[in-house]
Structure formats: structure tokens, C-alpha cells
């Protein structure tokens, strides 16, 4: 990635580019207004393989030609996309199999995209056949800088082809059909298999399910889309392997596993669209910037696909209001991403998304999109000391695949309606808030170094995880974890002796029962330092053992009882929260624990509305200040003397922010 950075001068900045939906006349237009939008690379050909590819086995690479070479001479790098994201019309007649079959057992069928089955030999045979071809022509083509391997892996098939491929990947995880057995619990309703040839994907819809022969569906599918990605990646690289190749992730996307697949790229890139209609869609965002930092293990990332305006896809699409794209951009590029990509360059004429905003938009270069795009375009010039920086948290949260898969999608849980997703947002925000840096970590990365950990509702957890936090609290650390934690194993069974099984002498306290609470039912908790608080949702019938109680319930049939509960643990801390306490408590409560550790953010009194981060290298520091008040301008300390890179003007101890204003302030180490 350090030569891709230096190859276009800092940041990526531009986006995917569609000249196939165009007249020849008008990519040298393209080209002009790239150029004074400061665009210095394209993902080309994304969904292009009916153009490359017309017919089967006849191939069109003399438009990709003309438009490599003309970017080239631009001085524009491209992203080149192998095109299997779409199969051609042509593919899908001459074999229907390549279609995914839905849970409902009916075939996706053609006139979206992603209509393939990631199982389907056929499919993955033409895709490979595509991928070559690309590659012999393009891999040393001087404008080739990057590959973009297919686009937003997805698609989930109950098909014939998932069985087999299913089939195999069960036989070299168990190995024998009575470690299956074992492992799905499948004496529970006589689910006995005798023949490999039995076992089958899960076809009916997600209740009344063995919940291990889901969760194995899910860890599968997420693997069969990788096997995907992996044969298209290691052609292109058998070419040459000096050019970094990536996909393009999504944000909270539940269907793939990223801490395995980023595992496989050269630089975790992510598509995210913040819904303007939604007043935290920015703190969401923060938390995937967060995320997507640390798949790679705090390598910068690239934000691969962003919108310059509206997208088209919801029901009610609303702009992004003059101010908040470049604001929105600064934010993923504060927390270490080293692009500011977009969907797409110029806007389609047609076709689903022809609403959807573009850097250059239906209403041309005298346009306010084209003239923030292009201001914001200059503005990354400015930063470009700031790219491959990185940034460092004395906190981490939990956000794991398989916990996020236990919970969410299999029945028969004490309560079945959790948002994995809310829950960590929950416990992120008052963190966010606070100003304070925070690492994501999964169940098997490793705790070095952090002082605080966050776990929100690990309900599944596989044993080295559960050892691994234990580890990190018997070493001194704070663990923060909410209730329904370390309830089963890898293989979705409870665990025995008690709940919370995993934990139970971490938090200190043995679980009887889990009581869900009535729709409308909510209880007095009584903080031994004399706050109160409600909480609503849920109830551990808990009995304290090393633990001690930090709070009570005040009223109800657990009245006296432990609500949060406080350990001692080795030379750590922990703290349960065996209940929903409403946001406040429950943030003040948070913040409190994290003081108590020792871990203090240097933005500590500047409102929650300004975005405070950092970046650095050995000789400077990056602050990003960034104000997400539409009404209101804010001072904000930055602790030193330097230079705010995006004016050039020096910054003595504080700068002032107008309304969705930001700063970027270079000061020297030491
Ligand atoms: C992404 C996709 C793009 C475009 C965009 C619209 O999911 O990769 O091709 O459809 O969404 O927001």
C-alpha cells in the first residue's frame, strides 16, 4: 500500500467510474473535469463484464483499451474491477445454476446484480475465465495501480450447488459425521445423521431450527463467498503481486465475516452510505471507520464508495446538505482512511439508480456538488502529510461475527428480537461522545496493550475468546460486559454449571435464570452511590458470589438484588451490567469505570458534537476537529502550537470551528 500512496500522491480521491454506460465523446469531458476535480484514481469496469465479454467466450477489451490509456495520460491511476459482480445475460441462459436460489427455494432470477451463487462451479469457472483474461490484457498496463476484486461479496444460495459445496466444507471442519452429530446437538428431535449425503443446507426460514447447523450455514456461506474472492485474487496475482488488490466491504453487513476475509486483502475498503435523514448516522459511521481500521490491524483503510449527495435506494433519499459530504469525509479520513472514494463519477442516465448522486451530477460542473467535490478535492492535496498515519487506542470493543450470528440468527433464545448492531452503538456513543479512542477487536485478536474492554452481549463465544478476556482482566484490565455474555460455545450449546457459563468468575456471579422483561415493564435501580436510574428489557436473575453490587433493584420481585455488578478480578476490574439501563445511566456509569482505569481522552470538556481524533507518525501528530453542529460555531483547545493544514494558517492553543467547520492541526512531536 505505501507504493499505491506514493504512486498517487497521498490520497485516493475520485471514484467508480462507468464509461461503458457512455458515448465515447463524452470520456474525454470525463477526463477534463476529473482532472479539476483534483481525481487522481477510478474503479473502472465494476459491473462491466457484458461489456467485456459479449458473447460467450468473444471479448471487447478495445473500449477498456482506449479509456486505460486515456486516463493514463491524464495521470489518473485505475482501480480495475474484475466485472463478476454481474454475469452477463447470455451466462445465466446458457446456465440457469448460476443463479442463486433464495430461502424461499425460488431462483433470484435476472435484472439485479449479485445473481450468482458462490457455490456454483460454473459460475466460478467463468468468473475465472473473465479474471484471466483481464489480467493478461491490463496486469501491465501503466495505469494499473489496484485491483477490485468483483464487488460487495453477498449473495447467500440454498441451492443444490451450496448443498455439495456445504457438504465439503462440514466434512473438513467435523471430519467424521458423529463429530457433526455432536456438535449440532442432533439427538435434540431426533435429527440423527448416517450419510454425509443427508446433511443439506438449512432451506427453511429461521425458526424452528437447529441453531448449529445455522450458525455452520452462515460460517459457510461467509467462507464459500471468500473461496470466491480468494481464486480471482490469486489469478490476478499470479500475473505480478506488486499491485494491491482488495473488495469492497459494507458497512454492518452480517453476511461475511471481515476479520477472516481481511485476513486475505491488501487494504480493508469500505462502502458506506449515512443516512442524512438520521441525526447519529454519523456516530454509526465513526464506529465502522473505527472498525474498518482495525481489521487490518490499525492499517489505514480506504473508503472505497461514498455518496456526494442522495443516494436512491431508500424510500425517502435526502440530500447531504451543503457542508456535510466534505465534513463526512474528513471524519473516515480521521480515523486512518487513506481514500475518499466515491459511487460514482458521473450520474447514469438510466438504469435503478439513475437518482443517485455522482461527483459529477445531472446538473453538470456548474452544480454545488461538483463545486464541493472539487473544493474537497483540493483540500486532500493539502492533507497529503497525513496519509499512512496511524492512530492508537488505550480502549477496545467486542464486535464478532459468530457472536453477532448467535444472536441473531437462529430462534429460541430467551428473547429473539436483539439488534447486535444497536447493542455495540449503545455501548460505543458514550465512548464517542467522551472523545475517546477506541480499537475493535474479535474474540481472537489479541488485548495487548488496550486498558479497557468493552463486551456487549457476547452471547456466543468460543473458549480461546473467553480465556483470552479473562486473561486480559487477571493482567490488570477493565472489562466493561453487558448481560447475556459467554452463555454458549462455538457450537451454540449452553455451557454447563451455571450461567453465565464463560464468565461466571469473571463478573463474580452465578445467573439462575434470565428474565426477559413484559413489553412494558420497567424497574428502579438504586446506585449504591445514591443515583437512580431505569432499566427496561431485561433482568439476570443473578446471585453474587466474589462479585459486589454497584446497583440494586429498588422495586420488583428482584428487589435488593444485583442490576450492576462489580468484580475484582486478578489484578483487574469488571463490571456487568446485568440489565438495560436507560442510555444516560447507563453512559455515566461507563464513563465513570473508564476515569477509574486511568484512561483519559485529551478532549475531555469539548461537547460531544465536535469529533475529536487523532492521527500520527513519529514526527507529528494530525488532530481532526470536526464540528457536526449545523447551528453552531465552538472553540476547541488543541494543547499546542502548530498549523491547521486545511487553511495554512498557524493554530496557537485553539481554533475556532464554524458550524459543520473542521480543522486538521499538524503538530510536532516532542
Ligand atoms: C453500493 C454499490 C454501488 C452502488 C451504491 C449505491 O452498494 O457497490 O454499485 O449501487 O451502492 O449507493
Known amino acids: 500500500m505505501e507504493a499505491f500512496r506514493r504512486r498517487v500522491g497521498g490520497f485516493a480521491f475520485g471514484g467508480d467510474y462507468n464509461p461503458e454506460q457512455w458515448d465515447r465523446t463524452v470520456w474525454k469531458e470525463d477526463v477534463r473535469l476529473m482532472r479539476q476535480a483534483g481525481v487522481n484514481t477510478v474503479s473502472l469496469g465494476v459491473f462491466a463484464w457484458a461489456s467485456l465479454e459479449p458473447e460467450p467466450g468473444r ?3 478495445g473500449w477498456l483499451d482506449e479509456v486505460m490509456d486515456l486516463l493514463h495520460d491524464n495521470g489518473i491511476s485505475v482501480n480495475l474491477a474484475t466485472p463478476t459482480a454481474a454475469p452477463p445475460v447470455w451466462l445465466t441462459h446458457l446456465h440457469p445454476e448460476v443463479f442463486p436460489i433464495r430461502e424461499d427455494g425460488q431462483p433470484f432470477g435476472f435484472g439485479n446484480r449479485l445473481h450468482y451463487d458462490p457455490s456454483s462451479p460454473v459460475y466460478r469457472e467463468y468468473a475465472a475465465r473473465i479474471t484471466t483474461k483481464l489480467a493478461e490484457r491490463y496486469s501491465f498496463h501503466p495505469a494499473l495501480a489496484m485491483w477490485h476484486i468483483s464487488n460487495e461479496y453477498g449473495p447467500t444460495s440454498y441451492g443444490e450447488a451450496a448443498s455439495v459445496n456445504f457438504r465439503h466444507w462440514l466434512r473438513r471442519k467435523y471430519g467424521s459425521l458423529d463429530a457433526l452429530n455432536e456438535a449440532w446437538t442432533t439427538r435434540f428431535w431426533g435429527q440423527v445423521y448416517t450419510d454425509w449425503e443427508q446433511v443439506d443446507v438449512p432451506h427453511i426460514p429461521r425458526t424452528w431450527m437447529n441453531p448449529t447447523r445455522r450458525l455452520d450455514f452462515k460460517r459457510f456461506t461467509s467462507d464459500a463467498l471468500l473461496e470466491c474472492y480468494i481464486a480471482e485474487r490469486d489469478i490476478v496475482r499470479s500475473f505480478r503481486d506488486d499491485i494491491p488488490v482488495m473488495t469492497n466491504f459494507m458497512r454492518f453487513f452480517r453476511h461475511a465475516d471481515y476479520w477472516k476475509w481481511a485476513r486475505e486483502e491488501d487494504a480493508a475498503a469500505l462502502d458506506i452510505y449515512p443516512n442524512p435523514a438520521e441525526a447519529h448516522s454519523h456516530v454509526s459511521a465513526a464506529f465502522n471507520y473505527d472498525l474498518f481500521r482495525s481489521l487490518k490491524g490499525g492499517q489505514p483503510w480506504m473508503l472505497m464508495e461514498q455518496a456526494a449527495s442522495a443516494v436512491s435506494q431508500w424510500k425517502l433519499n435526502i440530500v447531504k446538505e451543503p457542508g456535510r459530504m466534505r465534513l463526512g469525509s474528513l471524519q473516515a479520513v480521521s480515523r486512518a482512511a487513506d481514500s475518499v472514494m466515491y459511487f460514482q463519477w458521473r450520474a447514469a442516465r438510466g438504469g435503478q439508480e439513475r437518482f443517485h448522486s455522482a ?32 492512530s492508537s487506542a488505550d480502549i477496545a470493543i467486542l464486535f464478532d461475527w459468530d457472536g453477532w450470528w448467535g444472536l441473531e440468527e437462529v430462534f429460541g433464545l430467551p428473547r429473539n428480537d436483539w439488534s447486535y448492531t444497536e447493542t455495540v452503538m449503545r455501548h460505543y456513543t458514550p465512548l464517542w461522545e467522551r472523545h475517546h479512542a477506541v480499537d475493535v477487536v474479535s474474540a481472537s485478536s489479541s488485548l495487548d496493550g488496550y486498558k479497557v474492554l468493552v463486551v456487549p452481549n457476547a452471547y456466543l463465544i468460543d473458549d480461546a475468546g473467553a480465556a483470552r478476556i479473562e486473561a486480559f482482566a487477571r493482567d490488570g484490565g477493565t472489562v466493561i460486559m453487558s448481560f447475556f455474555s459467554g452463555v454458549v460455545d462455538a457450537d451454540n450449546r449452553v455451557r454447563p454449571d451455571g450461567y453465565p457459563g464463560a464468565f461466571r468468575r469473571l463478573i463474580g456471579a452465578k445467573i439462575d435464570e434470565y428474565w426477559p422483561a413484559r413489553p412494558d415493564e420497567s424497574f428502579t435501580v438504586a446506585f449504591a452511590d445514591g443515583r437512580r436510574a431505569t432499566s427496561t428489557w431485561w433482568r439476570d436473575d443473578l446471585h453474587l458470589e466474589s462479585g459486589t453490587a454497584l446497583a440494586t433493584y429498588a422495586d420488583g420481585l428482584l428487589a435488593g438484588r444485583a442490576a450492576v455488578v462489580e468484580n475484582r478480578f486478578g489484578a483487574g476490574r469488571v463490571v456487568y451490567f446485568a440489565t438495560l439501563l436507560e442510555q444516560e445511566a447507563f453512559d455515566e456509569t461507563v464513563a465513570r469505570v473508564v476515569a477509574e482505569s486511568g484512561v483519559r481522552s485529551r478532549f475531555e470538556g469539548v461537547p460531544a458534537h465536535v469529533e475529536c481524533s487523532v492521527r500520527g507518525d513519529a514526527s507529528h501528530e494530525y488532530v481532526f476537529l470536526l464540528n457536526h453542529s449545523a447551528e453552531s460555531g465552538v472553540s476547541v483547545p488543541v494543547g499546542g502550537e502548530g498549523t491547521d493544514l486545511l487553511t495554512g494558517r498557524p493554530v496557537s492553543g485553539e481554533v475556532s470551528l464554524d458550524p459543520l467547520g473542521a480543522a486538521v492541526v499538524q503538530l510536532a512531536r516532542g
Open 359 to 390: 461527483m459529477l451530477p445531472h446538473s453538470g460542473p456548474e452544480s454545488r456538488t461538483f463545486k464541493e467535490v472539487t473544493d474537497l478535492g483540493r483540500e486532500m492535496k493539502l492533507l497529503a502529510p497525513v496519509a499512512g498515519t496511524r
Open 59 to 61: 471479448y471487447d477489451f
